[in-house]
Each structure stands twice: as C-alpha cells, then as structure tokens.
C-alpha cells in the first residue's frame, strides 16, 4: 500500500472496467453490444467539450448546481472536537445526488438515439431522478422497484408516476434493490435497443467507471467550497455507501490528495449477523454478481445473501468494484453505522442544525458524530449529505412519532 | 451402454438440480436418459438467476433456499447420475459466482472427473481471461458461448477463431420461459458457425415449449434445448407424456408428416 505514488483518479478513469482485479463486465453475450456501445460512447464523450459543457449547464440550470456547502457550528460546539461541514446534495432537483447521473447518463443516450430507457431504483431516489431526466429529455422509462422498496418508499413511486414513468414492482428475491436490478438486465435482454440507465457505481464496464465520473463533480466542487471557506482542504471526508455513487462523487476529486482521509461509511443495520446489515466491504466476500467482481454479501457456498437496512437505498448486497479496489489499497477506511445510530443521527442534525438528511445520509453523519469527538479541533470533517430526508417522511415519522402517523392515515381515509 | 440403440432424440433437456428435491431431481434426469434425449444439461441452482424466467428462477430459490442444496451436493448428484450412465452427454450450467466461491480450478477438475464436457455459465463471457483473479483453469472442459442474433460479426468471428465447439443460441430477445419465437437474424449466425466448420455443434433454447417448436427448431439447429417447459410439464404429472409426444414429434419416422 502506497497511496503517495498510485494516481488512482487517473488509473479510474483509464481503466477500461478493472480497478485492480476487481471490476470487469461479466454479463451474458447479447448485453455485450449494448455494453459495448455505452463505453465506446462514453470514453468519446468524457473528452468532448460540447458535451461537458451541456452536462455542466443541465446540472446548474435543471438540477440547481452547485450544491451548498453548510457549516456545521452548533454540532462542532457541542461534540467539541473537529470542524464539521456538510455537502448538501440533498439539494438537487428531486433530492439527491443520483440526478447528477442521470443527467450525464440522459445526454448520453440522446446522443446515442435512445428512445426508451430502463432503471432500477431502491430508496426510489435514483428511479425518480432518471423518471425526471426522461421526462425533461422527452424518453420513454420503466423503472423496476423491489415490491418491499415500492412499499416503503411509497412518495417517490407517485413522484415517477407523475413524471410519467412506468414503476414496476418486483416480486422476486427479498424484493429490494438487488432483484430491482436483475429485473431491469432481463427487461434490456428483451429489448437490447433500449437504453439501461444503470444507478450507481457498480454493474458491468462501463458503469462503475462513467458514474464516478458524472459524480466526480461534488468533490469538485466540496474542494473549492471547503478552500474558499475555510482556507484549506478537509482532513476526513465521510459519505455513506449502498453501492458507492455517493461516495465516489464526494472521493474522487480528493483521492490523490493523501492528506485528505475518505472513509466510506456501511449500513450495520440491526447488528452482524447475515441478513441482518448490508456491510459489504466489512463483512461481505468476493465474489462476481451482476455484471462485476467486488465484494458481496453471500451464504459461503456462492448464493447471494439477504441484506437489511433501515434505509433503502443501502440495501443492496454489493459494492462498487472502485471502491473494493480502494478499500484493499487502504485508501478508503469503512465503518458501519447501525439503523439506530442513522436514526438518531437524523433527529440530531433536525435539532441542532435546521437540516434533515436522508436516512442513508445519516449512516455518514452517525460516523462522522463519533470520529469528530475523537479529533482536535483544528481538524475538518466534511459528510455529504447525498440525500434530503422528506422521502422517509414515513420511516422516520414511525420511529419517531408513531401514533400521530396513525392518526394522520386515518384523517386521509375518512 | 444399456441404451445402446436406443432412438435418441435432438433434444438438451434441462433440470435443477435439487428441485423439486435433490433425490427428485436424479430422477428426472433418468427419466430424460431413458427417453432418449441427446444431451443432459444439469443446472446447479443459484439463488439470483439472473438470465433465467420466472419457472426456473423459482426453481432455483426452492433449491437453495428449502432444499439447501450445496455445489457439493450437486457435484454428489452429477456423480450418481454418471455411474448409472457412463455413456450420456451431460452438459452442467451455472452462474459464475458459485463456481468462483467453490474454485474454478477445483471445479473444472471435478468435471473433468464427472466427464462433463462442457460447462455453460451465461454472465460469463467466454473469452473473459483479462485478468489472473478470473482466468478460466486449462481443462478438456469447454465453455459454451451463449449468443443471440445481436453478435457483432467481430465477436462471432473471434469466438469461431477460439476452440468452441458447442454454440447455445438464443431463439430471440428474451428471458428463458417465453412465448418461443426464432429471431429472423438468427439464421445469419448459424450459416456463419456451421460454414466455420460443420462438426460445431448448435443448440437452440429460450422459450421452446411445445413438440411442433422444438421440431422446427431442429431443422435449423442440432439440438432443440428445452428447460421451462419440462419443468412445467413434471410440476404437472405429465412429464412422460410430454417426453412421449416430444419423442414422436423428433422422430425420423414422422418426418414426412
């Protein structure tokens, strides 16, 4: 391990689809040709200043970009330690960060002449933000939804319906993200000449690679705001991880900076045993599933295990193979936070700072709460706030204040 | 060699191993032996199919996941079925995750040992030896390449140029266990394999479920394969008669109907 001398931004994006061993495109033959259009595509278009330029106007005059960075001094006060900020990318049309590649991926398939698109979503978010690209950009979309996520995250399967989107719920597997995507390959099986908009940093070549670079841009743009207001680069970066699109964006732009710490922060659920959290990089092992080789959640014999979070969008038994591949090097540290813990850490950043992160988000914030007490006050920790937690309106509110949940459904049925 | 004469028929007939047991399963595969079917192709069940429909998807999970079925439980299945045929073409399927969590190294030996021939692993494509934690073992075993009409003339060409010599294609775009029809592009890379040379074989398969599909299909290709459609058949109680008219339909005697 020798995170002076790698340039890892450079060895990412020049990959071809392997991050050390992991990675790959490890699909069935009649997805090669679609694959094989996207890449060639994309390593066209990451160089093409008229696209770059049309991405860049479509986040700020579509999406809002760029992103506020927050000061965090009532939390810094009260923890005592280091100087915490948040990335709020939960500012973002529709919510969180995932629009950022949705764009990117949108403008790619126009140019492509993709007619129809096909995603998958778990917390619903990057299944509303595609549902708004497609609707913004004149596409046809179907999103596949795990029956349990469809029911959870009810707000955001009306938000895509009422862009118009067809969500389809799916019935299969422990009905989460994972079986959401296998849904979503089998429809582009049946219809190769659609375009699968892929929703975080992993599958087959060339997703892993082209979402980190869409979402490369709020650590761009957490660089410039942490120098501006603070004179310097943050010491820790923390983001939560379901499949790493988050984390990747908040990362990439620092990982050459080695005096920059990136910690990636898992979902530990409701404790280690299987089926019990969704720890992939901590607890899972090797393995090639959907389309990449990284680490999975499994039952030691190859079968692929059941995960649970409270949040949605980090249930999901895989892992970006880029950040397999960091984690391995030591340049990315993990840590878990329980549901408990994301919880709580919701109801404290409410309090103290007006904000209401994601309950994903709040995996990072859980984290960075205790690492920040561990550290001098001189230091700065910035956690990206990927998401805004309205659409866990009725998660946490169950948690939170369960009878007046009760009594608002049975005002809405009346 | 107790079937030595027998009238074989085109046709791969495709089971879950462990469904709806694991014993259950061993004995269906008799079942397609003595009815005469070309080739055997054994699937060890995997908890995510990803590129199969619905009937074997819940085919699968009832394997794993009542039935606990292990890689070693199936090798056991393989086996038992191997001593009591020695002479069977058997092909096995899987998904490239439980042959690298047993070992793909320890796992090409065990077929070798098993005389299985040939190993079909649809979201692996067959050429993927770019890098040393993935690279496919030196063995007699052969992979087969699962295309559809979609292959790109290079990619078809590359495979050709590679020592395949079983080739499953896919009747159309979609998942095993739809309604059967024959892409019309499909023709084009059949002409190709076979004027690449004559002795590679082709097996057709998606969505083949009735006798009158499976014949057509044997026109244009060496083997019809059929799997949702058996399981079907057997989940039924009518496995046999569906071997039976199958049989009827492949027939050389009915040829001029």
């Known amino acids: 391990m020798n995170t002076t001398q790698t340039a890892y931004k450079d060895l990412i994006l020049q990959s071809e689809g392997y991050f050390g061993p992991y990675g790959g495109c490890f699909v069935p033959e009649v997805l090669l040709p679609g694959l094989q259009e996207i890449a060639a595509a994309f390593d066209e278009l990451k160089l093409d200043e008229a696209f770059l330029a049309e991405f860049h106007d479509t986040l700020h005059t579509f999406s809002g970009r760029p992103t506020a960075f927050t000061p965090l001094p009532r939390l810094t006060e009260e923890i005592g330690g280091a100087q915490l900020f948040l990335k709020n990318e939960g500012l973002n049309h529709t919510g969180a960060h995932k629009i950022t590649h949705c764009i990117g991926q949108i403008l790619l398939a126009k140019r492509l002449g993709k007619k129809r698109i096909i995603a998958e979503t778990g917390a619903g978010q990057h299944g509303y933000a595609t549902a708004a690209v497609c609707a913004r950009f004149g596409l046809d979309c179907t999103v596949y939804m795990g029956r349990k996520d469809y029911e959870r995250q009810r707000p955001n399967v009306y938000w895509m319906e009422l862009l118009g989107t067809k969500v389809v719920p799916v019935e299969d597997g422990s009905q989460t993200l994972n079986d959401a995507v296998i849904a979503a390959f089998k429809d582009w099986v049946a219809n190769p000449e659609s375009y699968y908009l892929l929703g975080s940093a992993v599958g087959p070549h060339p997703y892993p690679a082209m979402n980190t670079f869409f979402q490369k841009v709020v650590g761009e743009e957490i660089r410039n705001q942490c120098v501006e207001a603070t004179g310097r680069l943050p010491d820790y970066c923390v983001a939560c991880v379901g499949g790493g699109s988050n984390a990747m964006g908040m990362f990439y732009d620092f990982l050459d900076d080695e005096e920059v710490g990136l910690i990636g922060v898992e979902a530990g659920g409701r404790g280690v045993q299987p089926g019990e959290h969704a720890a992939k990089v901590l607890h899972g092992q090797l393995g090639i599933f959907e389309g990449y080789h990284s680490y999975f959640l499994q039952d030691g014999d190859g079968n692929i295990a059941a995960t649970h979070s409270v949040s949605a969008g980090l249930d999901y038994c895989g892992v970006s193979p880029i950040l397999a591949y960091l984690a391995d090097e030591g340049r990315v540290q993990f840590a878990t936070a329980s549901d408990a813990a994301a919880l709580a850490a919701v109801q404290r950043l409410a309090r103290k700072e007006g904000l209401i992160p994601a309950l994903e988000s709040a995996h990072g914030f859980a984290h960075a709460f205790e690492l920040a007490a561990t550290l001098p006050k001189d230091k700065i920790v910035v956690v990206n706030a990927s998401g805004r937690g309205e659409k866990d309106l009725f998660i946490t509110m169950r948690h939170f204040q369960e009878e007046s949940l009760i009594a608002y459904a049975k005002h809405l049925l009346k | ?257």
């Open chain 2, 1 to 257: 060699m107790e079937r030595l004469g027998a009238q074989q028929i085109p046709v791969m007939a495709h089971l879950v191993l462990g469904y709806p047991t694991l014993e259950a399963s061993i004995q269906t595969a008799e079942t397609y032996i003595e009815a005469g079917v070309a080739i055997l192709e054994l699937q060890i069940p995997f908890s995510h199919p990803t590129a199969d429909g619905p009937v074997i998807t819940s085919a699968c999970q009832e394997a794993v996941e009542r039935q606990h079925v292990s890689v070693e439980d199936s090798l056991a299945a393989i086996r038992t079925i191997r001593n009591k045929y020695p002479e069977q073409e058997i092909m096995v399927m899987s998904y490239v995750n439980r042959v690298f969590a047993y070992g793909l190294k320890k796992f090409f030996s065990e077929m070798e040992l098993l005389r299985v021939r040939h190993l079909i692993i649809p979201d692996l494509p067959v050429d993927d030896m770019l890098h040393s934690s993935i690279l496919i073992p030196q063995s007699s075993l052969k992979l087969v390449p699962v295309l559809a009409a979609n292959v790109s003339d290079a990619r078809l060409e590359k495979l050709l140029a590679m020592d395949f010599d079983f080739y499953y294609l896919m009747s159309d775009f979609k998942i095993t266990g739809s309604v059967f029809s024959l892409n019309p592009r499909l023709q084009g890379v059949i002409d190709r394999i076979k004027k690449s040379s004559p002795a590679k074989r082709i097996g057709i398969g998606f969505g083949i479920s009735t006798p009158e599909q499976a014949r057509f299909v044997t026109n244009v290709a060496d083997v019809a394969i059929i799997g949702s459609a058996l399981i079907q058949a057997q989940q039924n109680g009518k496995l046999e008669e569906y071997l039976h008219d199958l049989k009827k339909a492949l027939s050389p005697a009915t040829e001029l109907v």
